[in-house]
């Protein structure tokens, strides 16, 4: 017998020897029903868009959806505060000469909403902007639905409009940077990759509110 062919030989034993050992681990992993799951991680997005005119101005209320992943949540639980940040710009639209169309931007304002647990008392404090007094709550689904909702953000008041012109509302949300005791984050600096947004939302105001607005 060649050389050649006492390999292949050597080869083919070899193989059938070891295939009860894959086998069995195929047929222990099948048995044992494991899993591999990805769970996705979604970025925050803003919905319920509200906007009304009352007592002379334009408000705007809103909810960020799906605001914090699986690891700051652990963070939060563990005691790390976290906090929902809502920047809001007004622009209007006008036109030069030329009918050439250009924003001006009239505010941009930023409104931050914070979480704080408190691992001994097993209780959420949540803080809204821009002052109103902390709530405490046992829930976590509560306090972070509490957190996600901006009311009543102040857009435009009556002596700001001018008539004959568009007004526009921009958003985005974001998720602050980690904040550590003794900044720590400058050493735990992977952290800084835990930073999340959303899209940036771009609403006309609509001329009916606006006209409601100018005659209240």
Known sequence: MTFSRKLAAIL?????????????????????????????????????FIMRSEEGKITLSLRVANPFDHEQKSLLLNGV?????????VNVNRFNL?????????????????????????????????????????????????????KNIHLLSRNEIEPGRT??????AEIRKVRLPFHLEY????????????NRYTIDIPDRLIQETIQR
């Open 12 to 48: 083919m034993i070899s193989i059938v020897a070891a295939w009860p050992v894959f086998s069995a681990k195929s047929k222990l992993y099948a048995a044992g029903g494991k899993q591999i799951e990805f769970a996705a991680d979604h970025p925050p997005y803003l919905e319920d």
């Open 81 to 89: 505060s976290q906090k929902i940040g809502l920047t809001v710009k």
């Open 98 to 150: 030329y009918l050439v169309k250009f924003n001006r931007e009239l505010k941009n304002t930023t409104y931050v909403h914070t979480i704080q647990y408190d691992n001994l008392k097993k209780v959420f404090t949540v803080t809204l902007a821009p002052a109103a007094p902390p709530r405490q709550i046992t829930s976590y689904k509560e306090a972070v639905r509490l957190a996600s909702v901006f």
């Open 167 to 172: 007004y526009q509302v921009g958003t985005q």
């Open 187 to 198: 050493l735990f600096f992977f952290l800084s990759a835990w930073d999340r947004k959303s």
